[in-house]
Each structure stands twice: as C-alpha cells, then as structure tokens.
C-alpha cells in the first residue's frame, strides 16, 4: 500500500466534479486501499479521490470511534445519497484538505446511500451520528464541495487565506 499526498485547499482539482466509475478496475481496488492506508495514517475518518489528484468517484471512510472497537473501513464507488432526513445535525467538521481547521456545519441527521462495494455488488444503508455527516462530506468532494463553502464568504475567505499561507510556508 501507498500513502498518497492529500492536495491542500487551495487547489483547482478540489473544485471539480469527479467521473463515474464504470468498471471495478484492480487498479481502482489498490487505489481504494491505497485511499484507506493514506486516511488512517493521517489520520482521519474520510477520504474523497479528488483530496489525492483522482478525479474519480470513490470515497473511503471510517468513522468508528470507540476506544476498542473494531475498525470499520468503508470504500464506495459512485456512493448516492438516495433519501435525506428533516431532522438535521449540527457538527464541528474538519477536512484533510484544510488541515487544522474546524467549523460547525449543519446536515441532514440521517441518510441512505447507494454505492458499489469493493466486492463489486451494489449496497445501501441508512448511516446516521458521525458516520451520516462523514459521508456527506466525502460526497460532496466528488461534487466540488468543501465544507467551508457553506460557511458565510466572510469567514470562507479567512480560511482561504489560512490555507495559502500556510501552503506557501511548506513550499519554502
Ligand atoms: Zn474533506
């Protein structure tokens, strides 16, 4: 397994839409395990293909957070939101893109997704607590979307100027 460089925001690959995934390629299983490998050693509890320059849509995520548990390592491709609750939820989110920086954003409390396994069979569950706001953000990065974008201009804009400098001082 290869740990693979998270690009930072700013960066234009984060802006895009990624591509559907047609066929369950063995590069793409070793890319999903490669995703999960870079996720854990971050660590973190999410992981889009756009957040490493792969403009595909295939997610990684694990969201299991009591001390002692089993680790639960998730990869979807062409993950969907099919069905989205009224109830919304309130969550301190952070990005490995936009590292060190947290920002309450609110989302549906509950969603059913859609995806293809690395098994290659289709599943869907109904993810609620973290696991639902995980998957939605790592959703929205096969959208373009980051978290910050749904924080006022004013504040994005702050965050955007964080990141730059902090970008230029690791380039140095
Ligand atoms: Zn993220």
Known sequence: MTIRNILLHPDPRLKKIATPIVDLSDELRVLADDMLATMYE?????????????????IVLDC????????????????????????LSVYDEGCLSIPEIYAE???????SVRWMGLDGAEHNETFDGLWATCVQHEIDHLNGKLFIDYLK???????TRKMQKLKRELAR
């Open 105 to 111: 954003v609110t989302r549906p409390a509950e969603v």
């Open 42 to 58: 971050a660590p973190g509890i999410g992981l889009a293909a756009p957040q490493i320059g792969v403009l595909e849509r295939l």
């Open 153 to 159: 201009p004013l504040k994005r804009q702050m965050i």
């Open 64 to 87: 299991v957070k009591e001390e002692g548990a089993d680790p639960r390592p998730v990869a979807m491709f062409n993950p969907e939101i099919t069905a989205s609750s009224d109830e």
